[in-house]
C-alpha cells in the first residue's frame, strides 16, 4: 500500500516517480533496489536460472572430464550471478551439485566436496560484482557518487570488474587443480553423464520471456 500510494503521488502533478522516491527515502537508489529485487525473484520463479544452469553443465565436453565440469559449474555460478543476483544462484547450484555428489557417492567430509561448494560461492559474489545493477552496487556506486561528486559510467566499472573478477577466477581453478587437489577420479567415468537429460531440453514459452526481459 505505501509504495502504492507513492506510485499514485507520482500521478498528481507533485512530481515524478524519481521526485517522490528521493522525498520519501531520500535518493531513488531505494526504487533501482526495489526493482532488480523483484526483478531477480521471477527470473528465479520463471525457472530460467534452472535452464541456464543445466544448459552449462551438461554439455558434452565435461562428461568424463571433472575439471571441465567443475569449470562449468564455476561459470554458470559466474554469469547467473551477474545477470540475476548471488543468492539465488548459490543455492540453485548446490542443489545440482548434490545430486551429482549422490550419484557418484561424494560425501562432505571429502575434499572435492568442500572446493566445489565454496568455489560456487566463491565464483558466484565475482559475478555479481560485474554489471552496475544490483542492489549492492548500486549502493556503493551511489554513495561514491555524493561523497566525491565522480561518476562511474556503466562500460568502465563493467569493463574493469571484468578483468579484475576474471583473473580472480583464473587464479582460483588453479588453486583448486595444483594446490587442493582433489580425488576426482570418481567424475573420470566417460559414462557417467549425469545431465544428458538435460541437453535436448527446450525453454519454455515463461523462460523465453524472460530471456528478452534480462
Given at each position: ?16 516517480l ?36 543445466y ?43 548434490y ?27 565475482l ?10 552496487t ?14 562511474v559510467?556503466?562500460?568502465?566499472f563493467?569493463l ?31 559414462n ?13 514459452a ?9
Amino acid at each position: 500500500p505505501s509504495l502504492l500510494g507513492l506510485f499514485a503521488l507520482s500521478l498528481t502533478g507533485y512530481g515524478t516517480l524519481q521526485v517522490v522516491f528521493k522525498a520519501g527515502f531520500g535518493d531513488s537508489v531505494t526504487l533501482q533496489v526495489l526493482f532488480m529485487f523483484l526483478f531477480a525473484a521471477y527470473l528465479d520463479a520463471s525457472g530460467l536460472n534452472r535452464y541456464l544452469a543445466y544448459w552449462f553443465i551438461s554439455r558434452k565436453a565435461a562428461v568424463g572430464r571433472p575439471w571441465v565440469l567443475s569449470f562449468l559449474i564455476f561459470l554458470s555460478a559466474y554469469i547467473l550471478s551477474a545477470a540475476v543476483g548471488a543468492v539465488p544462484v548459490i543455492i540453485l547450484l548446490w542443489n545440482i551439485f548434490y545430486h551429482v555428489c549422490q550419484i557418484t557417492g561424494y560425501t562432505k567430509k571429502d575434499k572435492y566436496t568442500g572446493m566445489m561448494i565454496a568455489g560456487i560461492v566463491f565464483t558466484a559474489i565475482l559475478g555479481v560484482t560485474v554489471l552496475p545493477i544490483k542492489a549492492f552496487t548500486i549502493i556503493v556506486l551511489s554513495t561514491f557518487e555524493k561523497v566525491s561528486g565522480l561518476g562511474v559510467d556503466f562500460l568502465s566499472f563493467t569493463l574493469t570488474n571484468l578483468c579484475i573478477t576474471s583473473v580472480a577466477f583464473a587464479v582460483w581453478m588453479l588453486v583448486c587443480k595444483y594446490i587442493f587437489k582433489p580425488d576426482v577420479r570418481r567424475l573420470s567415468d566417460p559414462n557417467n553423464d549425469f545431465f544428458a537429460e538435460f541437453r535436448e531440453q527446450k525453454m519454455s514459452a515463461e523462460q523465453k520471456i524472460a530471456a528478452v526481459f534480462l
